[in-house]
Structure formats: C-alpha cells, structure tokens
C-alpha cells in the first residue's frame, strides 16, 4: 500500500514517516519460535529453522501448478481437481518442513484418515527448502501426469525441481542435502497414497436427472452434468460443516406475488441495464478462458503471496490453511448442489416471465444453482486470508492481465468476495440469494476449519 503526503515542515514528515514506517509493518510475524536443543552429543538440531528460509520454492512451484490450471486443453481438464490438487500439495508443503517449526505440530490425526507423517532423524540438520522441493515434485509428478498433462508440462517438472536441487546442493552439504530431499519425498508419498483415497476417484452410477422445476440436464441446461457425487468426498476436517448450512432457497412457484419470481425477476431486470463495469465484472470471473472451475482463486493466493514474500514457514502455513478450506467448501457446495437442485434462471425467464428468447451473459454451467459455488469459494479463502493478513488489507488481482482484462483493486479480502457474488448476478447464472448465502457458507467452513485444526503444539 503506497502512501502520498504533503506536509507542512520537513520536522513534522520526518515524524509522520517514522509513525507510518511502524505501522505499515506485515500484520503477520514468522510464526515458529526460537528453539534450538543441544543434544547430548554436542551437535544441534535443526541448524536453520524453516523461518529461516525465503518461500521462493513454494511459490515457484505454485506458480507452475496455475500454468498448467490456466486454459486446459483436452488433455488437461482438470475438473475439480484443481482445488483438491492445490489442497494436498498445500498439506504436503507444511509436513515437509514443519519439523522446522518448534511451535507447529504436524496436521496427522488431525485431518481425515491422514496416516503417520516420516520422523526425522534427531539430531541432524535438514535443508529445508531441499525437504520442500522435493515434496513438491514428487507431488506434482503424480497429479499431473502424461495421462492428464501435455509432455511440455510434465517436462517441465523435472526442470524446475532439477534446477532449484542445482542450486540448494550449493548451500548445504551432500548428506544434508540427500537427508532433506529423502524427507520430503517420503512426506509427499504418503500424502499422495492418501489422497487416492478420498473418494475422487471412485466410479459411480450414471446420474439420473430429476424432474422439473428441480434442475434437469435438459435445454436451456447444458446436457452434461459436472460431478454429480464430488460432494461425497471425503471431508479434510470432521465437523467442518457443522452450523454452516443457510435456509433453503424461496419455494418454487409462478406466482408473481411469490418470493421465487420476485428473485429470478431480478435477475432478468439486472440483464436489461447491465452497465460495462458490471459486464466487466461477470467476464472477470468467468471460468472460461482462464482458470476453470473458480481455480483463479488459487491465483488470488499465489499473487498475495508474491505481494507478501513471506519466509517459508509462514507460506506453508497459509497455504495449508487456504488450501484446506478452499477444498472442503467445495465438497460442501456440491453436496448442497446435488441436494437442492434449485434451477438456473434461465428456464423460468424464458417458460414464466415470458421472455422466450432471453439469454445469460455467460454460459450456463452445468450443475445446479444452489448454492453460488464460486461465491462459496471465494468466502473460504477470503476467509483464511483475512484471518492471515487482516480485515483492512488493499490489494490489485492481476489475474487476467494476460488477456487484456483491467486490474481489479479492493480494500480487503470480503469486498472481493462480495464483488464475485454479484458478478455471478449479472451474469444472468445465479440470484443474488445463492451467491450472498455460498458466500456465507464459504466463510463459516473456513472458520470452522481454522478453530478445528491445531496447527500450534499445545
């Protein structure tokens, strides 16, 4: 945040600028303690804390998970995977470097189903960026695969975990190094075995469609029906739902005096006076072009993380935490979504108010309206950001720049979440019902999540 002033004397700005200096500082300190045992042998513990440590091997390797998240081809649809991806490799990062966090405990136990995580070896010093790098290769190798992936893509992950052990085997010494890279391989393999066992890759029954007025797969809808049975995943946290679930949508009915025309009447009439600010903002967080299924919020992540530079402990933390409630709020919203089956707006547009030809801004997704996924997503990891960085934080997403799109500036973390609610309104795809509540929602997982989970030993 950038401050211009004028003042009247060079005394009164040298005062101003040291009062500003201290209050500008990060809102979040390094989170592990200073603690180095001396062991019985004479030698220390871990030598360098993970604190120690910038983040750059996380955020590079965050950065080449969006490229491969951004336009996929037909060969790299990720789905909704890209939220469970970003999630198992935020839980990978924090196991393999929070044994250099005095302060933290490992999630195992913690989150469910999660096996043992490695011990490392007492005594002994561990490079952990190397621990890191190694993890996230790993990873990354197995989620984006030659199945799913372009050769470029997959190629490019051993060139980058190839050029990062170039440089750390410059810092340490060869055991060190081998000890460290030996960890974090061993953490990831067994996130990853866990992983496939969280019910995303089970093999269910075709779905078969409701009848009207619930949501059918039939036109206006798309015939396709996007991942009917995500919302029986496995939860990361037990009872991070509880107390988050909002009233049930109006009750359907054509009566002009009912709640559920007034609320798809709005829709329609917010349609007919788009102004370009508003259209701008339905085209900025469309799914496509640019990262589908709402994973440009783990671009929101990555960008305040650049903005932040924080020391690696702390950006394993963030992204543990952001990644967790970003994934469990979709389990959720598509559980609800599968359940309520509320319909797009379209349909009624067209059958009950009459406008026979009405189409959204936007493409109808297909799934069913309630609740607003994205605003669901977008209040989990709004959430976790706020609780990471403060309420009263500015910031410019940079996220379309790529495609001619103007930055998008706000004041904190909830305005960008209230902005995503009413783009999906004037983009003609949700009420303003469905993104206020997912929003909600979104927001409540979050905390929940946060309260739930003890990342600090007791």
Request: hydrophobic share 35%; charged share 15%.
């Amino acid at each position: 945040m950038r401050y211009s002033l004028r003042l009247a004397t060079p005394f009164i700005c040298l005062i101003f600028s040291m009062m500003l200096l201290f209050s500008c500082q990060k809102k979040f300190e390094s989170p592990s303690t200073e603690v180095t045992a001396l062991l019985p042998n004479g030698s220390h513990g871990h030598l360098k804390q993970t604190k120690t440590f910038t983040a750059e091997v996380a955020q590079k390797w965050q950065d080449l998970q969006l490229r491969f998240l951004r336009l996929p081809t037909t060969v790299n649809a990720y789905g909704r995977n890209g939220h469970r991806y970003f999630a198992y490799c935020g839980i990978a990062l924090y196991e393999s470097v929070v044994p250099g966090m005095p302060a933290y405990q490992s999630l195992s136990g913690q989150l469910t189903d999660m096996p043992q995580m490695p011990s490392t070896e007492p005594g002994k010093a561990y490079h952990w960026p190397s621990s890191a790098n190694a993890a996230l290769a790993y990873i990354n190798k197995h989620f984006f695969t030659p199945a799913n992936t372009s050769a470029t893509d997959v190629a490019s992950i051993d060139s980058l975990e190839n050029a990062l052990n170039e440089t750390y085997q410059l810092e340490v010494d060869a055991e060190t190094f081998q000890r460290s890279q030996n960890f974090g391989r061993t953490v990831a393999e067994e996130i990853f075995n866990w992983s496939t066992t969280d019910g995303s890759l089970n093999i269910y029954p075709p779905y078969i469609p409701a009848a009207l007025p619930l949501w059918t797969p039939t036109a206006p809808n798309p015939t396709a029906v996007a991942d009917p049975y995500w919302g029986m995943n496995r939860p990361f946290v037990q009872g991070s739902t509880i107390g988050t679930a909002s009233p049930l949508p109006p009750a359907y009915s054509t009566d002009p005096s009912s709640d559920y025309y007034a609320m798809v009447k709005e829709v329609y009439d917010v349609s007919q006076s788009l102004t370009p600010e508003q259209i701008a903002t339905a085209l900025y967080f469309r799914d496509n072009p640019g990262y589908p299924n709402a994973t440009n919020y783990i671009s929101t992540f990555s960008q305040v993380m650049h903005l932040e530079n924080p020391q690696l402990d702390f950006y394993a933390l963030a992204h543990a935490k952001t990644g967790i409630a970003f994934a469990e709020a979709m389990i959720n919203c598509w559980k609800i979504k599968f359940t309520v089956l509320q319909d797009r707006p379209t349909r009624y547009i067209r059958n009950v108010l009459g406008h026979t030809t009405w189409n959204p801004l936007l493409s109808i997704p297909a799934h069913p309206e309630f609740p607003s996924a994205h605003s669901q997503m977008a209040g989990a990891v709004t959430a976790v950001l706020t609780d990471l960085l403060g309420d009263d934080y500015h910031f410019t997403l940079h996220t379309y720049d790529y495609m001619g799109m103007a930055p998008r500036s706000y004041n904190s973390f909830n305005d960008m979440a209230i902005d995503v609610g009413k783009a999906r309104v004037y983009a003609g795809i949700h009420y303003t019902y469905s993104c206020v509540e997912g929003r909600k929602q979104g927001e409540r997982i979050a905390r929940n999540v946060l309260n739930l989970l003890k990342f600090k030993k007791e």
